[in-house]
């Protein structure tokens, strides 16, 4: 499930299919609705034995999967009330149709009535909104998804929520009154954006997704999640140490050299051939008495910098782990001026906040950008507020959206990091790394895990690798990294723990 397609490719897809007569909406509908009973029934065995299911049916076609659902619990011997929201005789066609049938079979009440239900159901199935959301949901909703959650959480009931929790963006990942948490959410096809950004992972419980029967190609600006890369990308098959590249890390000065040399040690071993480390003058001795296999080479100015550039064999450049503001400030352009390949990253990028034209001048293609959410606020303030400000009508605007803009206006790869880290490219291409659900990797929140991915994205920068794949497989690595070390993890781990993600690679 690599591709996460949005509501507007879901629903491309869907007419396409159907325009091309392969299946009907009554058909995907009924696949649907039976694909969210069988994962049910899968995720938890002991409801096959039945019981009573409460089915909060919406105004489209995520309310018209509600109705199949009811029907097929009904037909399993299920007790099923259905408390619908809006008048079923302005549902579109297909749920309209799927209403009428179960209507046959059961009951059906309003939303509204819902506080005064009794009983504790087994099963709860959040079928009112999908990927038609277009707006925050209205008040009333919130309170009857507030008070079934209640419901939920007082006993031994489980939530499904259908394609995704109602009130969440299936976008971004965004928030617009979903009151009812899942326990599990089974989607349609593909994944969506919003189960990986943003807040959708708390929300969705654990995800599963369904084959429906579609077909898709989507086009190169699709959204991929980040996935194992084939061993022969990683390896080494021959060569000497020159052919897999040479990275250059600047350091900053005394006391101040942890980060960079994180990041060195990443670099080296997701394979450079050579790391050399820069830190002042005054800083080389404690750089020594900690390094063996990194090289170091004072650089004291802008001037010295310029001259160890003239090596050509000093393929790529990384900057900003423990760098400063004003070293910083000194060396970027120095360093853009060569036109190598280069990650610039925590000094390197808020040594500009307020002044980011003054970046952005200088980038070039093959740069790659690595910002967590606080150095992005300062080099891009108005997408930052774009993902702050609450959603108007139609998809939030998302993490997905705000790296696209960012990498566009920088011309050059831009990783936004978080549990949900967005790789963009100047050109559309995205791709998601999503440390969720089985991914999780929650000790990755630790002082220097940063450095460590930007020692590994100049690694793979210097081995030839286009930078947004370079970013996108560090931050698969980095993530497979920390979930094969587990609990206890620093950043110190990070390096030490790639052999074993590496010796994992299949071909
Ligand atoms: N895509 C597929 O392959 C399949 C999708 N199915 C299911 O269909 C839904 C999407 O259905 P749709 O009718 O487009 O939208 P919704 O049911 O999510 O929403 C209905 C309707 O509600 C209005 N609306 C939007 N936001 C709000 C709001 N905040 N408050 C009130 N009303 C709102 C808007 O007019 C929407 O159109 C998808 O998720 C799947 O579950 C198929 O059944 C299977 C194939
Ligand atoms: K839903």
């Not at 959040?126 to 959480?153: I, N, S, W």
């Not at 400063?324 to 853009?336: C, N, Q, T, W, Y």
């Not at 390197?348 to 606080?374: I, N, R």
């Not at 781990?493 to 790639?498: C, G, R, S």
Request: aromatic share 4%; hydrophobic share 45%.
């Amino acid at each position: 499930m690599d591709q996460l397609l949005t509501s507007a490719q879901i629903r491309a897809t869907e007419t396409a299919a159907m325009a091309a007569g392969d299946v009907t909406g009554l058909d995907l509908m009924e696949r649907a609705g039976a694909g969210v009973v069988d994962a049910v029934f899968s995720t938890w065995p002991g409801l096959k034995a039945g019981g009573e299911a409460w089915v909060l049916a919406g105004p489209g076609n995520n309310g018209g999967d509600g109705y199949v659902i009811a029907r097929l619990l009904d037909g399993r011997g299920w007790r099923v009330t259905v408390f619908a929201l809006g008048d079923p005789a302005r549902l579109p066609p297909d749920a309209s149709a799927n209403h009428a049938r179960w209507a046959e079979l059961g009951e059906t009440r309003t939303l509204a009535a819902l506080p005064e239900a009794t009983g504790q159901p087994a099963l709860i199935v959040d079928a009112l909104f999908g990927t038609g959301l277009t707006r925050d949901l209205p008040d009333e909703v919130r309170r009857a998804l507030a008070g079934v959650a209640e419901v939920a959480r007082d006993g031994a009931t489980r939530v499904v929520a259908v394609d995704i929790p109602s009130g969440l963006c299936a976008d971004s990942g965004r928030r617009r009154g979903c009151d009812l948490p899942a326990d599990l959410t089974v989607t349609f096809h593909s994944a969506k954006p919003g189960h990986f950004l943003a807040d959708g992972p708390e929300i969705c419980g654990a995800l599963r997704v369904v084959d429906i029967g579609l077909r898709s190609d989507p086009g190169p600006e699709v959204l991929r999640l980040t996935s194992a890369p084939p061993r022969r990308v990683v390896h080494k098959s021959g060569g000497h140490k020159y052919n897999h590249g040479h990275v250059l890390v600047l350091a900053g000065g005394p006391g101040r050299g942890g980060a960079a040399r994180l990041a060195a040690r990443a670099a080296l071993r997701v394979g450079a051939g050579l790391v050399t480390l820069g830190p002042t003058p005054d800083a080389l001795g404690e750089n020594a008495a900690r390094l063996d296999a990194v090289m170091l080479a004072p650089v004291a100015d802008a001037p010295v910098l310029a001259r160890i550039l003239d090596d050509s064999r000093l393929n790529a450049l990384c900057l900003g782990p423990g760098l400063g503001h004003e070293r910083a400030r000194d060396l970027v352009p120095v360093v853009l001026a060569a036109r190598r390949a280069t990650l610039l990253d925590a000094d390197a990028l808020s040594a500009y906040s307020g002044t980011p034209s003054a970046l952005f001048d200088h980038l070039h293609p093959a740069c790659v950008l690595t910002p967590h959410d606080g150095e992005f606020a300062w080099l891009f303030p108005d997408l930052a507020d774009r993902l702050a400000a609450p959603p108007g009508d139609g998809a939030a605007f998302s993490r997905l959206d705000a790296a696209r803009a960012a990498a566009r206006r920088a011309g050059c790869t831009v990783l936004l990091k978080g549990p949900d880290t967005v790789i963009a490219a100047p050109d559309g291409r995205a791709v998601l790394n999503a440390a969720s659900y089985e991914r999780a990797a929650p000790w990755l929140a630790t002082a220097g895990a940063g450095d460590v991915l930007a020692g590994l994205i100049a690694g793979l920068l210097a081995r030839g690798l286009a930078p947004v794949n370079a970013a996108a497989l560090a931050a698969w690595l980095h993530v497979e990294a920390a979930r094969g070390f587990g609990p206890g993890l620093i950043a110190e781990d990070l390096p030490e723990a790639l052999p074993g993600v590496l010796r994992g690679l299949k071909d």
